[in-house]
């Protein structure tokens, strides 16, 4: 089975440089471990300039991976956020009596108005300013429970 290596472009511009400045197809093959024909294809490729728009290439691929990469973790984060958010909504307490409103929470409280307390006797008569008029007398005893 073959092997296909992949080599970077600073890798390919080295050798295509080498190339240019004098030295042999043949010794470069042969020290890089590379096919000359494939040399020969660099060289052409350099020549036409498609080197620099590979380079411009792996700059926007490098770019756009790290991209990916900041969105991946962001959704790894939103995820374990939503299933902790889960987690607390099961084990929260839920209310005892629904509301018509349909509404989850309850409306705030009345304020309640002060009660004064109620007189007795002549207490009563004396803070009312009328006479006669007194409060029934408060008994402790329940009125069925007449023993």
């Known amino acids: 089975m073959v092997t296909y290596r992949t080599h ?4 390919k511009r080295q050798v295509v440089q080498e190339f240019l400045s004098g030295e042999t197809l043949h010794g470069l093959a042969k020290r890089h471990e590379l096919p000359r024909n494939l040399i020969r294809i660099w060289v052409q490729k350099y020549e036409a300039g498609s080197f620099d728009e ?23 984060r939103q995820a374990l956020e939503i ?17 018509t ?14 009660i004064e307390p109620r007189r007795r006797g002549k207490e009563a008569i004396v803070a009312s300013g009328t006479s006669g008029e007194t409060d029934p007398p408060i008994s402790n005893s329940h009125p069925k429970s007449s023993a």
């Open 83 to 99: 299933e902790f958010l889960k987690g607390a909504l099961k084990s929260a307490p839920r209310p005892r009596s629904g509301t």
């Open 54 to 76: 590979d380079v411009a290439a792996a700059d926007t691929m490098q770019t756009y991976e790290a991209r990916i990469a900041a969105l991946e973790r962001l959704v790894g």
């Open 8 to 11: 970077s472009i600073e890798f």
């Open 101 to 114: 409103s349909g509404s989850k929470f309850l409306p705030p409280p009345t304020p309640l108005l002060p």
